[in-house]
């Protein structure tokens, strides 16, 4: 059945940085595209970034462009989410989702269980 | 950006009675929309896509129609288990969204 599992949450300061990983088990990784969505405690659901299943479309949310980039290894069945200059704000658990199909254009339908990353001095 | 508005925020029902939820676009998303169910602690499950089509394993009495702005999700008979938070979210345009989310509480 299809897996995703988050690893890298941490906590860490202001300014600093960290890579999330998302290791993908039970269906053909390089066929789908995939997103990383996040969750502040107490709040709602906030998209973060997205991978076409190729790479060769990214997309991000205003809020990390600049700071945040996803990428994926193929070989290793994982996608990541490299995140620079924290911010307070970006205090959230991180969930990994697998896109529907391989169009760009298709919701998600797997989620993985997250990871939390709490940013704070 | 498209701002997706869910109402309302909060729900009371007892189980049993039938259940509307609303969610509304401030530009048309045409049929790219998705229904989220989530549980305390738990990872969000996709309930409904293109605002109609049931998810795998998604019992019938969740449904879901409308196109353009407006939407809604319906849960015919409220079970225990239904009592959780849900979330639309537009795949139209990018950046996604998501709706602040509306609370199904037990009355």
């Known amino acids: 059945q299809v897996q995703l599992v988050e690893f890298g949450g941490d906590v860490v300061q202001p300014g600093r940085s960290l890579r999330l990983s998302c290791v993908a088990s039970?269906?053909?990784?390089?066929?789908?595209?995939m997103h990383w969505v996040r969750q502040a405690p107490g709040k709602g659901l906030e998209w973060v970034a997205f991978t076409s299943y190729d790479g060769r479309n990214k997309y991000y949310a205003d809020s990390v462009k600049g700071r945040f980039t996803i990428s994926r290894d193929t070989f290793k069945n994982t996608l990541y989410l490299q995140m620079n200059s924290l911010r307070a704000e970006d205090t959230a658990v991180y969930y990994c989702?697998?896109?529907?199909?391989?169009?760009?254009?298709?919701?998600?339908?797997?989620w993985g269980q997250g990871t939390l990353v709490t940013v704070s001095s | 950006e498209i701002v997706m508005t869910q109402s309302p925020a909060t729900l009371s029902v007892s189980p049993g009675e039938r259940v509307t939820l609303s969610c509304r676009a401030s530009q048309s998303v045409s049929s790219n929309l998705a229904w989220f169910q989530q549980n305390p602690g738990q990872a969000p499950r996709l309930l409904i896509y293109g605002a109609s089509t049931r998810a795998t394993d998604i019992p019938v009495r969740f449904s879901g129609s409308g196109s353009g702005t407006e939407f809604t999700l319906t849960i015919s008979s409220l079970q225990s288990e239904d009592f959780a938070l849900y979330y639309c979210?537009?795949?139209?345009?990018?950046?996604?969204?998501f709706g602040q989310g509306t609370k199904v509480e037990i009355k």
């Open positions: 039970g269906f053909t990784f390089s066929a789908y595209p």
């Open positions: 979210q537009q795949y139209d345009n990018w950046p996604r969204t």
């Open positions: 989702a697998r896109g529907f199909n391989f169009h760009d254009g298709s919701p998600t339908d797997h």
